[in-house]
């Protein structure tokens, strides 16, 4: 018989026990209906304290903007609110930095004022030449083109994911005089293993989309067009 | 950039949501958050490539935050401090029900050991042995402040709308 303490509960919540102890934690709670009603307690203060705290996008940082001029310059503390696109690209700005060089620039659009950042080299060969759904493994990132739609000002926008070792998520990048310029990117989905976004997984990009006033994604045959006519040239 | 600097980027949400777990006061976070990484930056050259980062990052979070605790002799929020469960009518929600103010207002009640043990293992995800060697501390630490934080949370959220359903469900 094994003591069903609250270590021991806790540590079967967090998969930190061996096979043996773990079948035998569960023998024991088949028979044990106050611990069962103990461990879902437990289970539920988990899961409260987690939701109370999620992972949210991250403003200006200080010390990285101050000592590399190339940092995208975000909004001071205190500007959150003015609109999902904006918290998106915020976090676009900092996630993006994990993916490459970037160049900070300033779009002006009918929608609140945006922060952009341009793509590095391999993205934006995957976004010149790839049609969606193609998997491009390079340099230890997976990239996967997930859609084409055109956005309500004219630009074509292309909806991708990018998975490292450690990190990833979703982004949408739109083509202006001739370069792809990440305009949303939402990094704090699964990134572990094979976590994919699948397209439309995340609600900030659905939120960028909106905003953008895109279209119903491009054919495959209207998509496979325009790369031979006009991204890939 | 150096490789550092590219390597914090990506865990800066993860970083900021740990000053969060332990700063009460989301100005204060913000600022623990804002002097960890530039503590980091300015200690680059003590952080070994090949270690892993987040600890390195973790701890210096956590190290600067006690600091401020003895500096100013800040404690955590008295238990009786912890609102009651809101009427129905404008509770303040996140998913399923969950009273976001009292779970958080809870949480901050935990003494500082047992909040930072809980926010790397059960917020964070990270295992009792990352815990473990982020906090310098052993295992079997990390294990006994879990139990007293959970046993703790428990006491004070039950009457909370999800935990009362997850008690219901027996």
């Known amino acids: 018989m094994i003591d069903l ?3 021991l509960l806790g ?3 967090d998969d930190e026990l061996g096979e043996e102890t773990r079948a035998q934690v569960e023998s024991e709670l088949a028979g044990n209906a106050g611990a069962r009603v103990r461990l879902d307690r437990l289970r539920a203060v988990d899961a409260a304290v987690r939701s109370a705290f999620p992972l949210q996008p991250v ?3 200080r010390a990285l903007a101050a000592q590399d001029p190339k940092v995208v310059q975000f909004p001071k503390r205190g500007s959150y609110g003015r609109g999902a696109l904006l918290m998106t690209a915020m976090a676009a700005g900092v996630a993006g930095l994990a993916f490459g060089p970037v160049l900070p620039k300033v779009w002006q659009g009918s929608v609140p004022t945006v922060t952009s950042v341009a793509v590095d080299g391999q993205l934006a060969a995957v976004l010149d030449r790839e049609p969606s759904g193609t998997v491009i493994r390079q340099d230890g990132r997976e990239f996967r083109v997930l859609l084409s739609f055109d956005a309500a000002d004219g630009r074509a926008c292309r909806q991708y994911s990018v998975q490292a070792e450690t990190r990833g998520g979703e982004g949408l990048a739109c083509r202006e005089a001739g ?3 990440v305009v949303a990117w939402d990094g704090t989905g699964s990134t572990s293993g094979s976590g994919y976004h699948t397209a439309g997984a995340s609600d900030a990009i659905d939120a960028a989309v909106t905003r953008l006033g895109g279209g119903d994604a491009l054919d495959e045959a209207t998509e496979k067009d325009r790369i031979r006519k006009t991204w890939a040239r | ?5 590219r390597e914090i980027v990506p ?6 949501r740990f000053a969060r777990s ?3 006061v989301p100005a204060d976070a913000e600022d623990l958050f804002q002097a960890a990484v530039e503590k980091a930056l300015r200690h680059e050259d003590q952080w070994q490539p090949g270690t892993k980062l987040e600890s390195w990052l973790f701890r210096i979070t956590q190290n600067l935050w006690f600091d401020e605790l003895r500096a100013h002799r800040r404690r955590s929020v008295p238990l009786e401090s912890v609102p009651e469960p809101m009427a129905d009518e404008g509770r303040d929600t996140a998913s399923e029900g969950v009273d976001v103010d009292r779970i958080q207002a ?3 009640a935990l003494p500082d050991t047992y909040r930072t043990v809980f926010s790397l293992v059960v917020i964070d995800g990270q295992s009792y042995k990352e815990a473990a060697a982020t906090l310098g501390v052993p295992v079997g630490t990390i294990m006994s402040r879990l139990a007293r934080a959970r046993a703790q949370l428990a006491a004070l959220v039950t009457e909370a709308p999800a935990l009362r359903k997850a008690g219901n469900n027996d």
């Not at chain 2, 950039?1 to 600097?5: A, F, N, P, S």
């Not at chain 2, 865990?11 to 900021?16: D, M």
């Open chain 1, 11 to 13: 540590a079967y919540l």
């Open chain 2, 11 to 16: 865990l800066l949400p993860r970083l900021q």
């Open chain 1, 59 to 61: 403003g200006e940082v």
């Open chain 2, 22 to 24: 332990l700063a009460r």
């Open chain 2, 106 to 108: 809870a949480f901050h």
């Open chain 2, 1 to 5: 950039m150096t490789d550092l600097r």
């Open chain 1, 5 to 7: 303490n609250d270590e």
């Open chain 1, 179 to 181: 370069a792809w310029t």
